[in-house]
Nanobody, 121 residues
Framework: QVQLVESGGGLVQAGGSLRLSCAASGSIFSINFMAWYRQAPGKQRELVAIITSGGSTNYPDTVKGRFTISGDNAKNTVYLKMNSLKPEDTAVYYC???????????????WGQGTQVTVSS
């Protein structure tokens, strides 16, 4: 089994910065892509950032220019650097990965347990 372990969440003032980490461990052949999602109280889970193993990234307009996703393929780890944080960024942030494991021929999806990010005004 594969596990995703997140770290770096916490309390920060508006305008501040935070860096989240997510490390995938277990029997991994390859990672197709990893992503960060978030879910605020009363709202549906939404995509925050995505990165492929080749380094391609994508962001929604709500975080573009403020958040940066990066990865370390050798460590099976993805990061989310969050700058200029706003109160509306407050949510539980979840790590997601689409992972190939041999001898399976199709990838499986995995979720982390989530880490709380709270931005105060």
């Amino acid at each position: 089994q594969v596990q995703l372990v997140e770290s770096g969440g916490g309390l920060v003032q508006a305008g501040g910065s935070l860096r989240l980490s997510c490390a995938a461990s277990g029997s991994i052949f390859s990672i197709n892509f990893m992503a960060w999602y978030r879910q605020a109280p009363g709202k549906q889970r939404e995509l925050v950032a995505i990165i492929t193993s080749g380094g391609s990234t994508n962001y929604p307009d709500t975080v573009k220019g403020r958040f940066t996703i990066s990865g370390d393929n050798a460590k099976n780890t993805v990061y989310l650097k969050m700058n200029s944080l706003k109160p509306e960024d407050t949510a539980v942030y979840y790590c997601y990965a689409l992972i190939m494991q041999l001898p399976a021929t199709l990838p499986s999806h995995y979720w982390g347990q989530g880490t709380q990010v709270t931005v105060s005004s």
